[in-house]
Structures are given as C-alpha cells and as structure tokens.
C-alpha cells in the first residue's frame, strides 16, 4: 500500500476501533440503567456530586456516566475483569478474541498517539507483534483492515446478544425482507 492509502488504512482501523470502545460504553450504560443494583459499591463520592444531581433530579444517571467514564480511561484488563466479575459477563468467549482485542486497542493508541511508531510500552504490551522498535505499524491492503474491523464488529453483535438476554435489554429485531 502506498503512503496515502496506509494513512486511510490507520484512520480507518482507529475509527473502527474507536465505534468499539463507544459501543462497550454504551453497553455498561444501558446495563446500568436496567440493573443499577450493579453500580453499589464502597466508592466515595462527594456529597455536593449528590446535593447537585438530586437537585437535577438524574443521580442516577450522573452515577452511571461517572462509573462508564472511568472505565473508558482505565485499560483492556480492567475492563475485562470488570465485565467478567461485576457483570458476570465475559466480553470475549475465548482468551484469543481478548488478546485480540487488547492487541487493536494498543494498535489503535500507538496510531493515535505516536503517529503509528511502535515503542517500547508497545512492545512490552505486546511481545509478539511482529513489528520491530522504531517501525511505523503497516497493514498490507484494504482488505486486512476490513478484516480487523469484522472481527470486532463479530464480537460486538455475540457480546450484544449475550448482554441483552443476561440483563433483559430491548432490542431491536432486523427487518425482513418483504415476502413475495
């Protein structure tokens, strides 16, 4: 691939990689609003954090964003172990799908963040990736990209269905196509 479509490659890969990370915040929040029994916890917060959302009237609510939020900042492990202890809801059904994912993400922050150069926090979170220090993360065609991002998406539609059975969510069935 030349420059240009390695470039569109890597803001393709993070914005799929990106929708994940937006989906699973979703998920926790629409979990939370069914089963907010989940949220109690020996967490402190403020008491003005309480006087101001009661008085708003969306304590819950305020509770909820902080608790998604601060999942969002913390790392695939962390959100792993909170998915499978607090929720009883592993977000991968095999070790290969998480290290899978955990790899996308750390490809995903090394483009972000490091105009795609792997490092040494890369390569000590991820030992067997095949690029070397100093190397900038190369995907061979448009096609691998495609393929990256489907697995993601194949992961987010069972972990969906898995989460909306588990915590009774709404769902919104695929419109069939009219009979002829």
């Known amino acids: 691939m030349d420059e240009h479509t390695q470039f569109l490659g890597q803001m393709l890969f993070c914005r799929g990689v990106d929708s994940f990370l937006v989906y699973l915040s979703d998920l926790l929040t629409l979990i939370f609003a069914a089963e907010p029994n989940i949220l109690k916890s020996n967490e402190k917060v403020s008491i003005e954090f309480v006087v101001d959302h009661l008085r708003a009237g969306d304590l819950l609510s305020a509770i909820v964003e902080k608790k998604v939020t601060e999942l969002s900042y913390q790392g695939m492990e962390d959100v792993y172990r909170f998915f499978d202890e607090k929720l009883k809801l592993p977000l991968c059904k095999s070790p290969e799908d998480s290290r899978r994912v955990a790899l996308f993400n750390d490809i995903r922050n090394i483009i972000t963040h490091n105009r795609g150069i792997v490092n040494q926090i890369f390569k000590q979170k991820q030992p067997d990736h095949p690029a070397q220090l100093g190397a900038q993360i190369v995907f061979k ?33 695929p419109r069939q196509p009219p009979e002829a």
């Open 141 to 173: 065609d448009h096609s691998e990209v495609g393929e990256l991002i489907g697995s993601l998406i194949y992961l987010a539609r069972h972990l969906d269905a898995r989460a909306a059975t588990k915590f009774k969510l709404a769902t919104i069935l």
